[in-house]
């Protein structure tokens, strides 16, 4: 159980190591001095409260996007969204539609929005540094006359999720180039990791995971459950 104390004008917490104070930035000005004070201007200057015929191009050319939303008794989450470029539709300058596609349906996205319909997007585009944010609120919605030119392999897609933009700006390539997350060089082999089917295993002892990830790997490459 976290616990925290406040030793003299200093809060401290004691999260997830029980022999260890760890001290708690709660400070603003302290924070700052941390971290080397405020954003540049032309930092600030790129934040915008609706997207431009120049940042849209970021949206367009992007194949996945993260979404974060949370739920009003404060869950919290992040989904990945995946499709061919340009499949998050600008409907206009402060408008987006995100269409869903078949997935593991704890549906969690969709429940949050319905308690809180705040959310998050972070547009990542393949070999590019820049990623793009928008941060907004959403409604999720079943139109089929907005769903319809979202449509993949003749299947318009049941339930979207349509943005209002609030915020939207570029985000600069420093975290892409520490992490060489485009580096080919660094990619793993996916056998480096434990299989999906290991994963539940190493929670429930009984399972078959060796059936699991064969079942699954033959669902994926026949392109089941895709759209």
Request: with cysteine; hydrophobic share 40%.
């Amino acid at each position: 159980m976290p616990v925290a104390r406040l030793i003299g004008n200093t809060v401290t917490s004691e999260i997830a190591m029980p022999n260890k104070v760890i001290n708690r930035i709660t400070d603003e000005a302290e924070l700052r001095a941390l971290i080397g004070g405020h954003p540049q201007d032309s930092t600030v200057a790129k934040i915008a409260d609706r997207l431009t015929e120049v940042t849209r191009r970021f949206i367009d050319a992007s194949p996945f996007v993260c979404v974060a939303t949370a739920s009003a008794d404060g869950g919290l989450d992040v989904s990945p969204k995946g499709d061919p470029a340009g499949f998050v539709h600008v409907l206009d300058e402060r408008t987006l539609l995100l269409p869903d596609r078949p997935g593991n349906r704890i549906a969690d996205t969709f429940r949050n929005l319905m308690s809180d319909d705040r959310v998050a997007l972070l547009f990542l585009i393949p070999g590019v540094g820049d990623t793009f944010r928008v941060n907004g609120r959403a409604i999720i919605t079943d139109d089929r006359e907005l769903l319809e030119p979202c449509a993949v392999k003749g299947r318009v897609p049941s339930v979207g999720i349509l943005v209002t933009v609030q915020e939207a700006y570029t985000h600069c390539p420093k975290a892409i180039i520490r992490s060489e997350l485009w580096n080919p060089e660094r990619h793993l082999e996916r056998s480096a990791l434990p299989s999906q089917g290991e994963v539940v295993r190493s929670l429930h002892a009984e399972f078959d995971a060796a059936g699991y990830d064969r079942e699954r790997a033959g669902r994926y490459e026949r392109g089941e459950g895709l759209y």
